[in-house]
């Protein structure tokens, strides 16, 4: 712990905004990393009693367990139960609709850690010119002989740039990564709404 203070203080006041940006990140990617668990989102239950609706007398029990259930996934699907005897054409526009604003559930705080992901490396940056600008402004004071007046403005350039890309590198990764599982939940959530208005579609044909 007392290493860390140290580093924080030999880094200079830029340390503490990147500091901040690893906090934030850490806390949106455990979030995000329990939040879009595919079972989570994407509930078995509600998937198994879409799956078997067959007639227009399936849908109270499925609209039940939908009823009993919360995300965007259940939401959606009750949406689309709701509105069973719509047309076809006009019951899939409902869908996509409320679809739309169910998306930023699973995308939410994707933005902040793409953000965090390009600032940190701009903060370590600026850290870095801060130390230099110390440095030469040693070296025009004291000349180039004190190295131990220069040697805490270097160590600030690249404690910060160091500090920048530690934050920088794991947060690119993981945005990369909820991204691409937030993008399959979405696809899977699709495919399942387009199975039930089949399904209603065929029905409401027999009817």
């Given at each position: 712990?007392?290493?860390?203070?140290?580093?924080?203080?030999?880094?200079?006041?830029?340390?503490?905004?990147?500091?901040?940006?690893?906090?934030?990140?850490?806390?949106?990617?455990?979030?995000?990393?329990?939040?879009?668990?595919?079972?989570?989102?994407?509930?078995?239950?509600?998937?198994?009693?879409?799956?078997?609706?067959?007639?227009?007398?399936?849908?109270?029990?499925?609209?039940?367990?939908?009823?009993?259930?919360k995300g965007p996934f259940a939401a959606i699907m009750r949406v689309g139960l709701e509105n069973h005897t719509l047309p076809a054409a006009?019951?899939?526009?409902?869908?996509?609709?409320?679809?739309?604003?169910?998306?930023?559930?699973?995308?939410?705080?994707?933005?902040?850690?793409?953000?965090?992901?390009?600032?940190?490396?701009?903060?370590?940056?600026?850290?870095?010119?801060?130390?230099?600008?110390?440095?030469?402004?040693?070296?025009?004071?004291?000349?180039?002989?004190?190295?131990?007046?220069?040697?805490?403005?270097?160590?600030?350039?690249?404690?910060?740039?160091?500090?920048?890309?530690?934050?920088?590198i794991p947060t690119v990764i993981f945005y990369n990564f909820l991204s691409q599982k937030a993008e399959n939940l979405i696809m899977d959530?699709?495919?399942?709404?387009?199975?039930?208005?089949?399904?209603?579609?065929?029905?409401?044909?027999?009817?």
């Amino acid at each position: 712990m007392k290493e860390f203070i140290a580093l924080l203080q030999q880094g200079g006041i830029i340390m503490y905004p990147l500091l901040l940006c690893s906090v934030i990140s850490l806390a949106i990617v455990i979030e995000r990393c329990f939040t879009l668990r595919h079972k989570h989102i994407i509930v078995p239950e509600i998937e198994k009693v879409v799956r078997s609706i067959r007639t227009a007398e399936d849908i109270p029990l499925a609209l039940k367990v939908c009823s009993q259930n919360k995300g965007p996934f259940a939401a959606i699907m009750r949406v689309g139960l709701e509105n069973h005897t719509l047309p076809a054409a006009i019951l899939k526009e409902e869908i996509t609709n409320h679809g739309r604003q169910q998306v930023r559930v699973l995308e939410r705080g994707l933005v902040v850690l793409e953000t965090v992901a390009a600032v940190s490396p701009i903060l370590g940056l600026l850290g870095t010119v801060v130390g230099m600008i110390k440095v030469f402004k040693v070296i025009s004071l004291q000349g180039v002989g004190e190295a131990s007046a220069l040697s805490g403005g270097i160590s600030e350039a690249l404690i910060t740039t160091a500090a920048g890309l530690t934050v920088a590198i794991p947060t690119v990764i993981f945005y990369n990564f909820l991204s691409q599982k937030a993008e399959n939940l979405i696809m899977d959530i699709e495919d399942n709404a387009n199975n039930l208005v089949r399904t209603i579609r065929e029905f409401s044909k027999d009817a």
